[in-house]
């Protein structure tokens, strides 16, 4: 038996909805704040979407059953 075991990853998919925000915010982050910022941020989303495949549970309860997780907030 091997030393470690793998981790089965969850899998996730996006809404349409979703899908086309994330390219808006693309576009907005790209005008005003540049590539680099644009690829930083990006990257930072999606490994905000790996971690929570990896621990469903991180977050808070938000309503109804579901979790709510923010990325980055800034009102």
Do not use: C, H, N, V
């Amino acid at each position: 038996m091997p030393a470690f075991a793998l981790k089965r990853r969850m899998i996730y998919r996006l809404s349409r909805q979703a899908s086309a925000q994330i390219d808006e915010i693309i576009r907005y982050t790209d005008k005003f704040f540049g590539p680099l910022q644009t690829e930083e941020y990006i990257d930072g989303l999606y490994y905000s979407f790996d971690l929570l495949t990896d621990s469903p549970k991180f977050g808070r309860d938000w309503r109804q059953g579901k979790r709510r997780y923010i990325y980055r907030y800034y009102g």
